[in-house]
């Protein structure tokens, strides 16, 4: 049985590659060259994040 194995390795990626994109306001899979850049609005404002993205923002210190 290697079902539980492929999981693990498709929660890893998906956490290995987190990037934001402040253009689109989005979690974005960037195309990677020589700059990273959004595959949809074609902007390099992507940021990499290595936090996951809640929508909500309520405990952050103000
Ligand atoms: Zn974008």
């Not at 689109?24 to 195309?31: E, G, H, K, T, Y």
């Not at 959004?38 to 952050?60: A, D, L, Q, R």
Request: proline letters at 3%.
């Amino acid at each position: 049985m290697s079902k539980r194995e492929t999981e693990l390795r498709v929660e890893e990626e998906a956490m290995a590659a987190r990037y934001w994109c402040h253009m689109c306001r989005q979690a974005v899979d960037p195309i990677i060259n020589a700059e990273i850049k959004c595959p949809y609005c074609g902007t390099g404002f992507v940021e990499e994040t290595s936090e996951e993205i809640n929508g909500g923002g309520s405990s952050k210190a103000a």
